[in-house]
């Protein structure tokens, strides 16, 4: 079974500065998918960035990037000219890379970073 | 484009009672899945409904059950609740011809369980 793991409970960033938030996982697939979800106070998850594993260049996503580390099983994200609207729970999800149509399509989610943004 | 709609939005029932959550997938998916998020953790798969069967379960006891309907809208019953079934239920909807692996999320039905 897959684990995703985030060991940062809390993280704070000045408006405008560069944040990085860590996620590990454990798989023994070669091929899967990984995100960062962020869920505001409103509740909903909201994509921010995917990586596919059999991609070697990191995902970018306007300020949002990944470092993605297949070796080393560690996927960041770093949050650059943060803003306000930053400020939110944020998760780390591991999906396997099933083509089949109709599949499971189980996300694997970590314990979740608050994020905040101080003005 | 409609997006994932999921009712009701909060609700409290007491112990050994049964609820209904219900969800609307977003406009052109067929594939719904079902989490919990207990609150300050992480959402935990329940299962996932695809042309009205489940296709995919976590691990969730029996007295979690769903359905799916023709139009790709989606059910999720829990029977005999306890005090742990207080959670956020979140539903997401996403097309399986399409292998992405995105799932589209709604705002979630907030159960309390007294």
């Known amino acids: 079974a897959q684990t995703v793991t985030q060991s940062q409970p809390e993280m704070s960033v000045q408006e405008a500065e560069t944040v990085t938030l860590s996620c590990t996982y454990d798989?023994?697939?070669?091929?899967?998918?990984l995100f960062w979800y962020k869920q505001p106070p409103s509740r909903q998850m909201i994509l921010v960035i995917r990586q596919e594993a059999y991609k070697q260049q990191n995902a970018t996503e306007n300020r949002f990037s990944v470092n993605f580390q297949k070796a080393a099983k560690s996927f960041s994200l770093k949050i650059s000219d943060s803003q306000l609207g930053d400020a939110a729970m944020y998760f780390c999800a591991y999906r396997s890379f099933r083509i089949s149509s109709g599949s499971a399509r189980q996300l694997t989610f970590g314990s979740g970073t608050q994020l905040t943004v101080l003005p | 484009e409609t997006g994932v709609t999921q009712s009701p939005t909060h609700l409290i029932k007491t112990r050994g009672q049964q609820v209904t959550l219900r969800c609307s997938s977003q406009s052109g998916h067929n594939t719904v899945s079902w989490y919990q998020q207990a609150l300050g953790q992480g959402p935990q798969f329940i299962f996932q409904y695809y042309r009205e069967e489940e296709n995919g379960r976590g691990n969730f006891p029996p007295r979690f059950s769903g359905l799916q309907f023709p139009n790709y809208s989606s059910e999720l019953n829990v029977n005999a609740l306890e005090l742990d079934d207080s959670a956020l239920y979140l539903c997401a909807s996403s097309f399986s011809g399409r292998n992405t692996g995105e799932l589209f999320f709604g705002e979630g039905s907030r159960l309390t369980v007294l």
């Open positions: 798989t023994s697939e070669s091929d899967y998918y």
